[in-house]
């Protein structure tokens, strides 16, 4: 499906999972990295005004802590599975939501400094939370039963790759750093998502599964 056709897939189920709970509904977006998470949750938010759109990636730990988990770690890719995110952090925001009205705002990770250090504010009277983001059914993770509805993507991992990689040497140009290098942080993230998918298979558990073109 190409994107047009998956928002309305996911936009036309969540409006009907929403109509059908009569408490707040929050659906997880799942699924490997490139896939197209980020850009459905823009989507929907477009043209779902009752949608909060939420990236799991905001709720990152400072580049600072992630990298004295690294160091300590014997299994790299294991930190960004399950130690990288604040969990305390985003299942609290959840609970804000769940259970209030209010206008919130709070701090969330700064892709470029790698500090909490960017304000974003959320407007809780609406019903509906969106959240993006890697791991998010993971078993031994908190998030994972947090989720009133689960929607995965699934795709050609290969191709998805391929694309990636290309965007990212055309984003750094010069600066583009090999995700196959021993020291790429992302082919840490790309190892852990392999094991991710081999083990736990997230897309059974899914409610909905999108195929992406």
Known sequence: MNQEELSKKANDAITNWSKKNPDKLVVAID????????????????????????????????REIVREKIGKAEDKSKVWELEACDFNKLEDFISVFRNSNIIHTINTYNGVSGKIDVPKTFDFSKKIMVIEGIFMFHPKSPLNKLWSKRIYLEGNVTKIDERRIEREKEKWGKDYFPETHPNSYFKQVIIALRRYGKLYHPEKIADLVLEVD
């Open 31 to 62: 699924g490997y990295t490139g896939i197209g998470k980020t850009t459905l949750l823009n989507n929907l938010a477009k043209i779902n005004p009752n949608i909060i759109a939420v990236n799991r990636d905001d709720f990152m730990f400072s």
